[in-house]
């Protein structure tokens, strides 16, 4: 159970400018959508996603990398991994498992295979949506899993968009839709206070202290 008082105590110690800020973002995320993005070899690639994830409010962000295992880069994260919640999978069987237990439609993204315009994306059910290699795209292991599919329309010679930029449209589009919905798409009271927790922690480099000197108090 989450001891409140902790968290007002811990928050005690945050400028009213930051804590308004954090308030002001956590009214704002969602768990209804979440990314998935499976072994994509450039690594600013997948630090630009986790950052569009961030900009557009989804929390949670899971990391398949069976091939191409490789940190996140910071400087093009520009922070946002300290703020989005980051799983990484060994193999992509073992997210796409995660996933459908957790109640999401597997969302392939891709320019073939008879995929959906994105402007006819049905947003009111919990969805992962697959991103997938540079030049290969998504695995066939995530085509056959896909619940649906899902793509950008284009009408240039190009076939397909960068990753990050192709993740950055299909974000702003579902999550502006989401919004103007009736859904509860955001997060629990419960997913609140846990948020509220972790990020006053990251937020104050003497946290274990302070949260003794509480104890010692209680």
């Not at 880069?73 to 520009?78: L, N, P, Q, V, W």
């Not at 008879?114 to 998504?138: C, H, I, M, N, Y």
């Not at 919905?181 to 009271?189: F, H, K, T, V």
């Amino acid at each position: 159970m989450i001891d409140v008082n902790l968290i007002e105590y811990l928050e005690s110690f945050l400028t009213p400018r930051r804590l308004g800020l954090y308030q002001k973002v956590l009214n704002e995320r969602t768990n209804h959508f979440t990314v998935a993005i499976e072994d994509v070899y450039q690594l600013h690639n997948t630090s630009a996603v986790i950052r569009s994830c961030d900009v557009f409010g989804i929390q949670n962000v899971h990391v398949i990398e069976e091939v191409n295992v490789k940190r996140i880069d910071r400087e093009i994260a520009m922070g946002a991994q300290k703020w989005v919640d980051i799983s990484r999978h060994s193999s992509t069987t073992s997210c796409l498992k995660k996933l459908k237990n957790k109640g999401y439609q597997i969302v392939a993204t891709t320019p073939h295979n008879d995929s959906k315009v994105l402007q006819e994306f049905d947003v009111t059910k919990p969805s992962a949506f697959f991103f997938g290699r540079e030049q290969q795209g998504l695995s066939d292991m995530v085509l056959e899993a896909a619940d649906t599919m899902l793509h950008i329309p284009m009408v240039g010679f190009t076939e397909s968009l960068n990753i990050s930029v192709s993740a950055a449209i299909i974000l702003q589009h579902v999550t502006s839709e989401l919004r103007k919905s009736d859904i509860r798409w955001q997060l629990s009271e419960e997913e609140k206070l846990q948020k509220r927790m972790e990020w006053a922690k990251k937020a104050i480099k003497s946290h274990e202290h302070i949260i003794a000197r509480y104890h010692e108090k209680t």
